[in-house]
């Protein structure tokens, strides 16, 4: 199918926000936190990319959240897009979702690997057995956490949800947690070994947090990841 740009803005210096829609479906299907896969000839060769839906089902608009890899092969051409212009794409697929029944979860992302938690938190929360939820959020500064307005105004709805972003690169104004997801890991989990963990985001990011929770004591299957890289 083809999917067209229907708007776009730019959230954070990079990385920009699409909406596009799917004229061809009434409703395009999915779960939150599966991904689409875009394919485009450049330079004579086909490439394909997966990209993860940031948005919950809505007739046949999806929306997307894109970093630009100035030496990449593919989001340099994503980058250039414009609203009426319009691109290859599979069926929504994946994974990489909230698993039913949901437990009570952690979700740790650095990034876009935000990308997946922005559709999969309000679909958690919004279930009516919904646990208890932290989202840590790893960016290097303030006016890169994407998304915040939306997880704040979740964090306020919802008593059973805490978001807590983290900065790397933190300005000194800055009063909130900082360093990396990692630090903060034990106390987002306390002593439960019975929680269910998400990440998403680069691989060195995700391997690493996988092995300090191996070394916590946490089983492969309660441990849930996508590596964007
Ligand atoms: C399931 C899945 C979902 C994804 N969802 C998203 C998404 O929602 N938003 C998004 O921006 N990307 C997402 N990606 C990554 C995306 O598919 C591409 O890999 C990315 O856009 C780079 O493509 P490129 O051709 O421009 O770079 P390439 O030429 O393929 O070079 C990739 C290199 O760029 C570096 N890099 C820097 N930032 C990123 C990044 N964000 N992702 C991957 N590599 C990066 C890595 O070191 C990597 O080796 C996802 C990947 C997977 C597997």
Same mark, same amino acid.
């Given at each position: 199918m083809r999917a067209n740009v229907v708007e776009l803005r730019d959230i954070a210096p990079e990385v920009r926000h699409f909406v596009f829609e799917v004229?061809?479906?009434e409703q395009l299907h999915f779960k939150p936190g599966q991904f689409v896969s875009f394919t485009e000839t450049l330079k004579g060769r086909k490439i394909t990319r997966p990209y993860s839906i940031v948005s919950l089902p809505d007739g046949n608009r999806f929306e997307l959240c894109l970093n630009l890899?100035?030496?990449?092969?593919f989001t340099p051409h994503l980058f250039q897009m414009k609203p009426g212009d319009s691109i290859d794409m599979s069926a929504p697929l994946g994974f990489f979702v909230v698993r039913?029944?949901? /437990?009570?979860a952690v979700f740790i992302a650095t990034g876009t690997g935000i990308a997946p938690f922005r559709a999969m938190t309000p679909d958690y929360l919004s279930h009516p057995a919904a646990n208890q939820l932290t989202l840590l959020f790893g960016v290097?500064?303030?006016?890169?956490?994407?998304y915040r307005d939306d997880f704040q105004a979740l964090a306020s709805s919802y008593p059973n949800f805490r978001f807590w972003p983290t900065l790397s690169r933190a300005e000194s104004s800055w009063t909130g947690r900082i360093g990396h997801v990692q630090a903060h890991l034990v106390e987002a989990i306390?002593?439960?070994?019975?929680l269910d963990i998400y990440i998403c985001g680069l691989k060195t990011m995700v391997d690493d947090v996988r092995a300090i929770l191996k070394g916590l004591g946490?089983?492969? /299957?309660q441990i849930i990841f996508e590596k964007y890289d």
């Amino acid at each position: 199918m083809r999917a067209n740009v229907v708007e776009l803005r730019d959230i954070a210096p990079e990385v920009r926000h699409f909406v596009f829609e799917v004229p061809e479906v009434e409703q395009l299907h999915f779960k939150p936190g599966q991904f689409v896969s875009f394919t485009e000839t450049l330079k004579g060769r086909k490439i394909t990319r997966p990209y993860s839906i940031v948005s919950l089902p809505d007739g046949n608009r999806f929306e997307l959240c894109l970093n630009l890899v100035h030496q990449g092969v593919f989001t340099p051409h994503l980058f250039q897009m414009k609203p009426g212009d319009s691109i290859d794409m599979s069926a929504p697929l994946g994974f990489f979702v909230v698993r039913n029944p949901a /437990k009570e979860a952690v979700f740790i992302a650095t990034g876009t690997g935000i990308a997946p938690f922005r559709a999969m938190t309000p679909d958690y929360l919004s279930h009516p057995a919904a646990n208890q939820l932290t989202l840590l959020f790893g960016v290097r500064h303030e006016h890169t956490i994407y998304y915040r307005d939306d997880f704040q105004a979740l964090a306020s709805s919802y008593p059973n949800f805490r978001f807590w972003p983290t900065l790397s690169r933190a300005e000194s104004s800055w009063t909130g947690r900082i360093g990396h997801v990692q630090a903060h890991l034990v106390e987002a989990i306390g002593d439960r070994r019975d929680l269910d963990i998400y990440i998403c985001g680069l691989k060195t990011m995700v391997d690493d947090v996988r092995a300090i929770l191996k070394g916590l004591g946490f089983d492969r /299957k309660q441990i849930i990841f996508e590596k964007y890289d």
